[in-house]
């Protein structure tokens, strides 16, 4: 018999936490958008070995979405995804209603600030703010000591460390590894549709990404790298939204390659929108 708890409505997710806190246990959200794969499974065994009960939240966030068509053809798989959960020894799956989260009259919103103006931000209007006041009530909900995030969506991960740090959210973030298919694809929900063509196509992000990380020194610039990049990319089929050399931090453009520099791209393949992003050092 199954031990795994479905939550669906904030004050349920609430009390669940309020009775393992009073008990001295830890908790650990993973938040996701369902639509389960290798990816999440990292998260939650991060979470597993970090704290006490994890809990999984599964909600399809309509205010993230900058694209209608995007938000109705994001694939929902939540039976399986429960199953999942439950084979991984998850303790809660929680999966609120659109209702139960975005209530009649909701009106607030949080604006995560500059960290999420650039890349993302500029391609997908209003996405972090949907993306911030989402994982603020989901934690405010669930209340765990660590929130699990993946660095695949780099960007979204320095948005709510920022956020957290901003608001004095007492929750640790931690950041997990991207995990990818066998050919270097990063793993993501929306490559269930790419055509074949189009999946051939994608891995020339990951390809481009590598011949930077396997040659890069400190006499390349990043405007060589971005249109090595950009070029191979492109070359493969794929239409560029971005390709960037950032500080880390500040995710603001470099001018020279140094400690603390990532890699972000974001491109078309076959009307697919995928991202990935690597660390660069320079090596000499
Ligand atoms: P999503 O369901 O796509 O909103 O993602 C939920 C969480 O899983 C986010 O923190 C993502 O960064 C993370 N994630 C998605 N894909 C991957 C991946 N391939 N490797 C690691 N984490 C991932």
Redesign the pocket.
Known sequence: MTSLLRLSIPSDAHRWSDERRLDGQSIGLV????ALHS??T??IERSKALCDHTVVSIFVNPTQFDRSDDFDLYPRTLEDDVALCDSLGVNAVYAPTVDAMYPEGFDTSIDPGSLAHRWEGEHRSGHFAGVATVVTKLLTAVQPHIAV?????FQ?LAVIQHVVRDLGLPVTVVG?????EEDGL????RNVHLTPDSRAEAISIKQAIDRVLDRSTSTDSPSDIIEQVTTDIQQAGGTIDYVAVVDRSTLEPVADLRLDTQLLVAAWFGGVRLIDNAALVATE
Do not use: I, N, Y
């Open positions: 938040p996701t958008m369902g990816g999440h990292a998260l995030f993946g660095e695949k969506d979204q997990e590894p991207t995990v990818r990063a793993m993501s929900s």
